[in-house]
């Protein structure tokens, strides 16, 4: 598992595993990741289903329940197969700008 931080932001990618592998990695190195925002990079992954990124709900769950940002970057999903409650953009750049304008709401205290 490859964490790469840039000031409150994680993102974390993996390449040849599992994506069940992945999850209980990702969920084992969550204590260290909780206090900042992450973006899980998919994009490693040739074939995700809707189920598969449903996998991650808890997490987000979690996360998104302590005021941080959490964001699945993939482009093999449409996005009407998404639970509204889960963050899916198609590429690394949306998912720096919906944190940032999560991080201005959070300033300003709008909910999300």
Not at 68 to 96: G, H, I, N, W
């Amino acid at each position: 598992m490859i964490f790469d931080k840039k000031g409150n932001t994680v993102t974390v990618f993996q390449e040849d595993i599992s994506l069940q592998a992945f999850l209980k990695n990702l969920t084992k190195a969550y204590p260290r990741l909780k206090n900042d925002n992450i973006v899980v990079n998919l994009f490693s992954f040739s074939a995700l289903k809707a189920d598969d990124i449903l996998e991650f709900l808890q997490l987000s769950n979690v996360h998104r329940g302590a005021r941080k940002s959490f964001v699945l970057v993939t482009d093999k999903l449409s996005y009407e197969d998404v639970p509204d409650e889960m963050c899916v953009v198609p590429s690394l750049q949306e998912a720096r700008d919906i944190i940032e304008m999560e991080e201005i709401e959070r300033d300003l205290d709008l909910e999300l």
